[in-house]
C-alpha cells in the first residue's frame, strides 16, 4: 500500500510563504505523475499543481508566478513552494501520485492565510 505523508502546513499572513513537503513510501519514479490538491471550506477540491515524471509541470491559473511544485527524487519527496500567499489560497491541501491507474492520497495538512 502506497503512502503519502504531507507536513510543511500552518498559519501565515498574507504575503507569507510556506513550503509543503510529501513524502512517498515508495520510489516516486514509479509515478507518472504527482501533484497537490486543495480543498477550501464550502468549495470543491481542485487540482494546485501537478508535476510529470518527465518534469512536466502544470498550475492552476490562480496560483501561476506564486506556486512551484518540484521533485527530489533521492528523498522520495514531491514540494509544493507557495509565495506571496493570499487568504483565498487558505483549504487543505492533499498531496496525489498516480500510478498505472491508480490514484494515491495524503491525509492533507492545514493551509490558514490569515492575519
Known amino acids: 500500500q502506497v503512502r503519502l505523508v504531507e507536513s510543511g502546513g500552518g498559519l501565515v499572513q498574507p504575503g507569507g510563504s510556506l513550503r509543503l513537503s510529501c513524502v512517498t513510501s515508495?520510489?516516486?519514479?514509479?509515478?507518472?505523475?504527482m501533484g497537490w490538491y486543495r480543498r477550501a471550506p464550502g468549495k470543491q477540491r481542485e487540482l494546485v499543481a501537478a508535476?510529470?515524471?518527465?518534469?512536466?509541470?502544470n498550475y492552476v491559473d490562480s496560483v501561476k508566478g506564486r506556486f512551484t511544485i518540484s521533485r527530489d527524487n533521492a528523498k522520495n519527496t514531491v514540494y509544493l513552494q507557495m509565495n506571496s500567499l493570499k487568504p483565498e489560497d487558505t483549504a487543505i491541501y492533499y498531496c496525489?501520485?498516480?500510478?498505472?491507474?491508480?490514484?494515491?492520497w495524503g491525509q492533507g495538512t492545514q493551509v490558514t492565510v490569515s492575519s
Open positions: 515508495e520510489s516516486i519514479f514509479g509515478f507518472s505523475s
Open positions: 508535476i510529470s515524471s518527465a518534469y512536466r509541470t
Open positions: 496525489n501520485a498516480f500510478q498505472a491507474g491508480y490514484s494515491y
